[in-house]
C-alpha cells in the first residue's frame, strides 16, 4: 500500500484521471502518512534535489543520527552507523505522522512552504489523522483489551516492520558505493537522476511488484508520472541505450542482496571519515 499504490497514486501514475489518483493517494493516510505533506516533501523536495546533502530532505533526515555522504557533519557514535542503522530505520512509521502534524502547523516542510490550504484541505488533514489513530489504537485496544496489549501486540510489530521494509528499500537506492551527491548544480536535471539513483533486480518481476518499482530507482526518478510496471521496459528499451548513447553512468546491482551489502559498506566507510569536504 505504501508503495505500489500510495506511491503511484501521489506521483499521478496510478490513473490517467486526476480524481482517481486523489482518491487512492489517501492510501498514504492509511499507514500513517499524509499525502498532503508526502506530495510536498517527496515530490517537490526529494525529486528535484535528489541527494543534495543541503535541500534533500531524504538525504538530510538521517542528521544527527546517519551520514549518508562526505560532505555531510562527522560525529565519533558515527563509526557504528552501519550496524544502528536498521533500528532508526524501523522507526519511520511511528515518526512519521508526528513529523507530518509539525509540518502541517508550520507550513513548510524542509524549506518548502506548504500551498494555501483549502478548507477542504485542513479537514481531510484532521479527519485521517483521527482515522489512524482509529485504525491503529482505539480498534486494536478493543479487540486486545488494553492499550498495551494494543501497542505490544499490534501498533509495534505493525509500524516497526513496515518501516524497516519501506526505508531500507528507500535507503539503498540512493546510498550505496556507486551513487554520487550534490550535482545539481553541475549538470543535467536528467543526468543528475541518472548519477544520484541506482537499480537492482530491474528484470525481476517479483521485486517490480514487492517494491512499487524502486528496484528501478533511476527510471522512477526520470518518469515518476509513468507506473512503475513500466518501469522494467523503460529501462531496456530507453534509458539504458540513452545512457550509453550520451555516456552516462547508469548504476545498477544485479541483486538486492548486492545493493543491501554496498549500502552497508557505505555507511561503514562514512562512519570512519572524520574530515568533510
Not at 500513517?32 to 533526515?61: A, F, M, P, Q
Request: hydrophobic letters at 40%; proline letters at 4%.
Amino acid at each position: 500500500m505504501g508503495l505500489a499504490i500510495q506511491h503511484d497514486a501521489n506521483h499521478g501514475a496510478f490513473s490517467s484521471r486526476p480524481m482517481v489518483n486523489r482518491v487512492v493517494g489517501f492510501a498514504d493516510e492509511l499507514i500513517g502518512g499524509s499525502s498532503l505533506i508526502w506530495r510536498h516533501k517527496h515530490t517537490y523536495n526529494h525529486h528535484v534535489y535528489c541527494n543534495d546533502t543541503e535541500k534533500d530532505c531524504d538525504t538530510s533526515s538521517g542528521l544527527p543520527a546517519i551520514r549518508f555522504h562526505s560532505n555531510m557533519p562527522f560525529y565519533s557514535y558515527m563509526r557504528y552507523q552501519h550496524i544502528y542503522v536498521f533500528g532508526l530505520y524501523s522507526l519511520i512509521g511511528i515518526g512519521q505522522p508526528i513529523g507530518d502534524i509539525q509540518s502541517y502547523l508550520k507550513g513548510s516542510v524542509k524549506g518548502i512552504l506548504i500551498h494555501p490550504l483549502t478548507l477542504r484541505d485542513k479537514f481531510q488533514f484532521w479527519f485521517f489523522i483521527g482515522l489512524y489513530v482509529y485504525i491503529y489504537f482505539l480498534v486494536p485496544m478493543y479487540a486486545l483489551g488494553s492499550f498495551v496489549s494494543a501497542l505490544c501486540w499490534f501498533y509495534l510489530p505493525t509500524m516497526l516492520s513496515g518501516g524497516l521494509y519501506l526505508a531500507t528499500l528507500f535507503g539503498v537506492s540512493h546510498n550505496n558505493m556507486l551513487c554520487e551527491a550534490d550535482v545539481c548544480d553541475t549538470m543535467d536535471w536528467r543526468e543528475i537522476q541518472c548519477r544520484t539513483s541506482t537499480n537492482w533486480a530491474s528484470t525481476s518481476r517479483t521485486w517490480n511488484w514487492a517494491s512499487g518499482g524502486l528496484n528501478c530507482q533511476i527510471e522512477h526518478h526520470l518518469f515518476p508520472g509513468v507506473a512503475h510496471i513500466h518501469y522494467p521496459a523503460l529501462s531496456r528499451f530507453v534509458v539504458k541505450p540513452t545512457c550509453r548513447q550520451f555516456n552516462i553512468p547508469y548504476y545498477e546491482f544485479p541483486t538486492f542482496t548486492d545493493i543491501l551489502k554496498s549500502h552497508i559498506r557505505c555507511l561503514k566507510r562514512l562512519g570512519k571519515e572524520v574530515t568533510t569536504n
